[in-house]
């Protein structure tokens, strides 16, 4: 196998020339720099956007949601959205020039990223409880989630002892820390259930369209990896995605018209999910670049 990590040419964001860095976010993005000046436009705009009639981009699937608020988020986002999804690690997967040992580092690494993310679902679903909106159907959709991430668990022991990975010897990296880090942020009881949502369908989008993108025709994803992306890039996972990002958009929709009490505070909801979702493409961003063993980027976001 070949020993680089680096983009393919269909790398959207033209990352093919070795000698080029993945792709890093130079400027945290905090409440206060960009989507501070953006967000009540956002919340403006989003407005706006969901009441024009919608028509597929082309880039929409079938079965996936768009015209929602986390559509017009991707959308706005779009070069931070392919990083994370299109990152070089993942493409090299595709174009079947991983890095072995970038592969084993990312499954020590994402081990421990899944048990933390463990508490965090469940955090979800006790606030999908305190909702009290049984009708809603979300309860049965997270819980399926936290389900899956049994199976999940026994998945990376598998698979470690498969590559010769002693789990109970990986010390988590700088961006593992940072991102459960931020995991246990949104599990505090003043995060909002929409925020808290926001973050759970971006965390599990990301792996779901990268991985898929592994699957997809023509990829030369080595047969004995494409287990792994078989785990997150499967239709079955790719609905239970579709589902979790009905869910924010229904809550974030909520928030937007104001049928919170207070229209100040679903404002700042919405821009707190905002914020939230970049914040989780850039944990993603770290992640990817620490299993290629480039990490250059991982402070805490503030
Ligand atoms: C870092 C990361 N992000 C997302 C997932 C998908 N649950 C994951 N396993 N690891």
Same mark, same amino acid.
């Given at each position: 196998?070949?020993? #680089?990590?680096?983009?393919?040419?269909?790398?959207? +964001?033209?990352?093919?020339?070795? *000698?080029?860095? %993945? !792709?890093?976010? /130079?400027?945290?993005?905090?409440?206060?720099?960009?989507?501070?000046?953006?967000?009540?436009?956002?919340?403006?705009?989003?407005?706006?956007?969901?009441?024009?009639?919608?028509?597929?981009?082309?880039?929409?699937?079938?079965?996936?949601?768009?015209?929602?608020? #986390?559509?017009?988020?991707?959308?706005?986002?779009? +070069?931070?959205?392919?990083?994370? *999804?299109?990152? %070089? !690690?993942?493409? /090299?997967?595709?174009?079947?020039?991983?890095?072995?040992?970038?592969?084993?580092?990312?499954?020590?690494?994402?081990?421990?990223?899944?048990?933390?993310?463990?508490?965090?679902?469940?955090?979800?679903?006790?606030?999908?409880?305190?909702?009290?909106?049984?009708?809603?159907?979300?309860?049965?959709?997270?819980?399926?989630?936290?389900?899956?991430?049994?199976?999940?668990?026994?998945?990376?022991?598998?698979?470690?002892?498969?590559?010769?990975?002693?789990?109970?010897?990986?010390?988590?990296?700088?961006?593992?820390?940072?991102?459960?880090?931020?995991?246990?942020?949104?599990?505090?009881?003043?995060?909002?259930?929409?925020?808290?949502?926001?973050?759970?369908?971006?965390?599990?989008?990301?792996?779901?369209?990268?991985?898929?993108?592994?699957?997809?025709?023509?990829?030369?994803?080595?047969?004995?990896?494409?287990?792994?992306?078989?785990?997150?890039?499967?239709?079955?996972?790719?609905?239970?995605?579709?589902?979790?990002?009905?869910?924010?958009?229904?809550?974030?929709?909520?928030?937007?018209?104001?049928?919170?009490?207070?229209?100040?505070?679903?404002?700042?909801?919405?821009?707190?999910?905002?914020?939230?979702?970049?914040?989780?493409?850039?944990?993603?961003?770290?992640?990817?670049?620490?299993?290629?063993?480039?990490?250059?980027?991982?402070?805490?976001?503030?």
């Amino acid at each position: 196998m070949a020993t #680089t990590c680096w983009a393919d040419e269909d790398c959207p +964001l033209g990352l093919s020339s070795p *000698t080029q860095k %993945p !792709f890093t976010i /130079s400027r945290p993005l905090t409440r206060t720099n960009s989507l501070e000046q953006s967000n009540t436009e956002s919340t403006r705009k989003g407005k706006e956007e969901r009441m024009k009639p919608q028509k597929m981009d082309g880039k929409s699937k079938p079965g996936v949601p768009y015209g929602g608020m #986390t559509d017009t988020w991707v959308k706005k986002h779009r +070069l931070i959205y392919i990083g994370a *999804t299109r990152h %070089p !690690f993942i493409l /090299s997967i595709r174009d079947g020039t991983v890095d072995l040992p970038a592969f084993k580092r990312w499954l020590g690494q994402d081990y421990i990223f899944v048990r933390a993310f463990v508490p965090f679902v469940a955090s979800v679903l006790i606030r999908a409880y305190e909702k009290g909106d049984e009708s809603s159907g979300d309860m049965e959709v997270i819980l399926s989630g936290l389900g899956s991430l049994n199976d999940e668990i026994a998945w990376f022991k598998q698979e470690a002892s498969k590559w010769g990975v002693d789990l109970s010897q990986v010390a988590p990296e700088k961006p593992t820390q940072h991102y459960c880090r931020f995991l246990e942020e949104l599990m505090r009881p003043e995060v909002d259930y929409t925020v808290a949502m926001a973050a759970f369908w971006a965390i599990e989008a990301v792996y779901q369209e990268s991985f898929a993108h592994c699957l997809e025709e023509g990829s030369k994803t080595p047969p004995e990896l494409k287990e792994a992306c078989q785990r997150w890039g499967n239709d079955g996972f790719g609905h239970y995605c579709s589902s979790l990002r009905n869910i924010a958009d229904r809550l974030l929709e909520k928030a937007a018209s104001g049928s919170m009490p207070l229209v100040k505070v679903s404002e700042d909801v919405v821009s707190k999910a905002e914020v939230t979702f970049l914040r989780v493409l850039e944990y993603e961003v770290d992640f990817w670049n620490m299993s290629c063993g480039t990490a250059g980027h991982s402070a805490p976001k503030p």
